[in-house]
């Protein structure tokens, strides 16, 4: 099948060519979905590729190596099928016998196709920076298009435009966060999937279906149920982050900056680590703090506002704290006095009244503000909930809450480019 020069060299290029040349592939693309056997003419869709797998498996003895991993595994398999047709497979392939102490005529031999094989190996990295650039190509579409309509799954509201305004809505206003903007891709079918969730009843966090929307909405709500599952691989594809690195998932690229390499048998001296400052901003204003104690007197003199009095008086356990400093952020980002619930036109008259009215220690009823919404942070990286401690000394030394942890933020300028943090300090 392959088309060979006169001198017998292929004329086609077998190190994964992304256009055919004119002499051609050995093996002519069936299509992008359809998966190929390495050595029959067996095949199967894409969707069905445990069944191929196991074709491979049980009648030529040939397993793939991580094969979740591939990122393009019908073009994998079909550069396979064609360097077969050319050499042995043993010559690709580790060679595993089985019942090797037996006799001869009850061993079996396997075949295992991975990236130990420097071929496939660079395959395999082709496949990954092919598909990468594709991934970075949408979502740069995705970021320039203005075209974007839709209407909030959790109200009314019509968001026209780019597709941050809605996703940041839905943070802001539904505590319902599926991650930054920059951080997604194919944005439309990942709305699409969580809307026909919505529509079939089922909760978007443990997937229970209920007999109608006001009971799937309460149940969304006591349970704290706002956010989607992250067992969920359904969502993968919908976040940039899983395709960034060949063979890693996303939770072992996000591991992978907390790993120290072990050396020798050595105890490791700490003696002179010092952590990275920790910058939080205030309640009230653009101010930022690289201590906690810098911070809360910031606000006491500049603002006379108190937490830790209000903590005191109010005897707040720590769940308390996070749901009250959450409730103030929403409440000064809306313009709307905590106190008294009035709300004004900018963030500079509601400070005015808050110093003129005196109300800047006036707290509202506490079943206003102790809400489950309120577990979820206001803004993603508010460093200010870190902090937060179930008591001042902690003589215990023992932890009975675990913290909110937030990003560092130690760069403000960079914070106002990229976080959601920035609608708390665009006001200055």
Avoid at 223 to 231: D, E, G, M, V
Avoid at 295 to 301: A, G, N, P, T, V
């Amino acid at each position: 099948f392959l088309s060979i020069a006169c001198d017998g060299t292929i004329l086609e290029a077998l190190c994964f060519p992304e256009q055919q040349a004119d002499g051609g592939l050995g093996v002519q693309s069936p299509g992008p979905e359809l998966l190929v056997c390495l050595f029959c003419s067996e095949s199967a869709p894409l969707p069905q590729k445990d069944s191929l797998l196991k074709h491979l498996l049980l009648e030529h003895k040939l397993v793939i190596a991580d094969v979740r991993l591939i990122a393009n595994l019908p073009k994998y398999m079909l550069y396979w099928k064609g360097r077969f047709l050319e050499q042995p497979v043993a010559d690709f392939c580790s060679v595993i016998k089985t019942n090797s102490a037996g006799p001869a005529d009850k061993q079996e031999e396997y075949f295992l196709l991975c990236d130990v094989l420097p071929e496939d190996r660079t395959l395999r990295e082709k496949l990954q920076q092919k598909r990468l650039e594709e991934v970075l190509e949408q979502q740069q579409k995705e970021r320039n298009d203005c075209s974007f309509h839709r209407v909030c799954m959790f109200c009314s509201e019509e968001f026209s435009g780019n597709r941050s305004s809605l996703l940041n809505h839905m943070a802001r206003e539904h505590s319902f966060s599926i991650g930054l903007p920059d951080n997604i891709v194919f944005c439309s079918e990942f709305l699409d999937t969580l809307q026909n969730k919505l529509d079939n009843l089922q909760c978007l966090y443990c997937e229970k279906e209920f007999r109608d929307k006001t009971t799937l909405k309460d149940h969304m709500r006591k349970k704290a149920h706002r956010r989607i599952n992250a067992n969920n691989h359904q969502y993968d594809r919908f976040y940039v982050i899983n395709y960034l690195e060949l063979g890693k998932t996303w939770e072992e690229v996000q591991s992978e900056d907390d790993r120290e390499l072990v050396e020798d048998d050595e105890e490791d001296d700490w003696s002179d680590w010092q952590a990275n400052p920790v910058s939080a901003v205030c309640l009230f204003c653009d101010h930022q703090s690289e201590t906690m104690d810098e911070l809360y007197s910031h606000m006491k003199d500049a603002h006379t506002f108190d937490l830790h009095q209000l903590k005191t008086e109010l005897d707040l356990r720590f769940y308390q704290q996070v749901k009250l400093v959450n409730f103030i952020r929403r409440q000064i980002h809306q313009s709307r006095c905590y106190g008294c619930q009035q709300r004004f036109d900018s963030k500079a008259d509601l400070m005015q009244h808050l110093d003129r009215e005196a109300h800047v220690m006036k707290l509202p009823d506490t079943s206003t503000w102790d809400q489950p919404q309120y577990y979820f942070p206001t803004y993603e990286n508010d460093a200010l909930l870190c902090t937060l401690s179930e008591s001042d000394e902690d003589e215990s030394g023992e932890q009975t809450d675990f913290p909110v942890i937030a990003e560092d933020i130690s760069d403000l300028r960079a914070l106002k480019q990229s976080s959601v943090l920035n609608h708390l300090l665009k006001h200055s």
